[in-house]
């Protein structure tokens, strides 16, 4: 091998893949579990799925689910009129278009000035985790609640999109577009050490062979000694989750923090709501975080994925990580711009 790159990306999921073919565009080279049989054997339940499953190589089952907002890059009756007002209100404004403010002024305006049920408006429309948006300016808050709105418009019922064949389907995407402008893959690679020099990357070592590169792109899984646990601030009385049962389906997804070592505990509330339930798989995965920006050592490394049912903070850390690596920002309207060329090339 022996060979120099610009970027190597250490993984295959989505994170990774967005990110190869984002930096291959740029002119830098750079899971789901099928079938449900291999799903029990992962969580170790002894027997076979039921029949009433149907076949287990129809299944895709992804083991972090999350969703696609619609339109991206159910309300009480308690002050309904007061409310539909609102959302009115956000789906009319533009930061851009003073006419729109209605003498709000959006950047030194809290959520908590302008909103009265900010529970709800918080947590289920602009997807918020903790409260913290309250006591800031509500430009973001209002944006958020207007793309939940207008993703909620695009196809109708529902502000969530989610792949027919499973998430699998999203890296297999990007990974071809990373393909295209340059760049290359090595699957069923063993990762071996992670070389650095002076404090800086300089390549990767597979079987023997280094793979030299001036940057490098990896989950938190490949550098365990650069990550650590995040904290949970402030959320001893945390009482909500999100739960989003799909129609028609066989299989429902319940996501939470946890606070405790009782995780069926901490979800039993909504398991309750899902009886009966045919088999339960329970896991925990640990929110990882970097310890630093990787702007000396050139080591990128991103976010685990937390409880959140869409990708929207994928995205961010995505656009976070080019920008460390770039100093520019990113515009996935550049992206598509691109993809479009390829497209009329053929």
């Not at 789901?32 to 170790?44: A, G, I, Q």
């Not at 020099?197 to 899984?221: H, M, Y």
């Not at 975080?289 to 990787?294: A, S």
């Not at 050139?298 to 049912?309: G, L, M, N, R, V």
């Amino acid at each position: 091998m022996n060979e120099e790159y610009d970027v190597i990306v250490l993984g295959i999921s989505l994170m990774e893949c967005i990110l190869s073919g984002i930096m291959s565009v740029n002119s830098k080279k750079s899971a789901s579990v099928t079938p449900l049989e291999d799903l029990y054997k992962r969580f170790k339940i002894p027997g076979s799925p039921p029949e009433s499953m149907g076949r287990g190589r129809d299944r895709s089952v992804d083991l972090i689910p999350k969703f696609l907002m619609a339109n991206g890059h159910l309300v009480g009756l308690f002050e309904k009129c007061h409310f539909r007002k609102f959302l009115v209100y956000a789906a009319n404004f533009d930061e851009k278009d003073l006419r729109t403010f209605e003498g709000i002024d959006p950047k030194n305006t809290t959520m908590r000035e302008v909103e009265d049920v900010i529970d709800l408006s918080g947590y289920a429309l602009a997807l918020y985790r903790t409260d913290d948006n309250l006591d800031q300016p509500c430009c973001e808050t209002i944006n958020r609640i207007k793309f939940y709105s207008e993703s909620l418009q695009r196809y109708g019922k529902s502000p969530y999109l989610y792949p027919l064949y499973g998430l699998g389907e999203l890296p297999q995407g990007f990974a071809r577009l990373s393909a295209i402008y340059g760049g290359s893959y090595m699957l069923t690679k063993p990762i071996g050490e992670i070389i650095v020099q002076n404090g800086k990357v300089i390549g990767v070592t597979s079987e023997g062979e280094i793979a030299c590169c001036r940057q490098l792109i990896c989950d938190p899984s490949c550098v365990k000694d650069q990550v650590e646990s995040h904290p949970i601030k402030n959320t001893d009385d945390t009482n909500s989750c999100q739960i989003i049962i799909l129609q028609n389906q066989y299989i429902a997804i319940v996501n939470t923090t946890v606070e405790t070592k009782e995780l069926e505990e901490e979800i039993r509330p909504a398991l309750v709501l899902l009886e009966p339930i045919e088999q339960k798989f329970l896991s925990i995965s640990d929110l990882l975080v970097p310890k630093d920006l990787g702007t000396e050592s050139q080591i990128f490394i991103s976010h685990t994925y937390d409880a959140t049912t869409h990708f929207e903070t994928t995205y961010d850390d995505i656009k976070n990580i080019y920008k460390r690596m770039t100093e520019s920002e990113f515009d996935f309207e550049e992206m598509k711009r691109k993809n479009n060329d390829i497209y009329e090339e053929d």
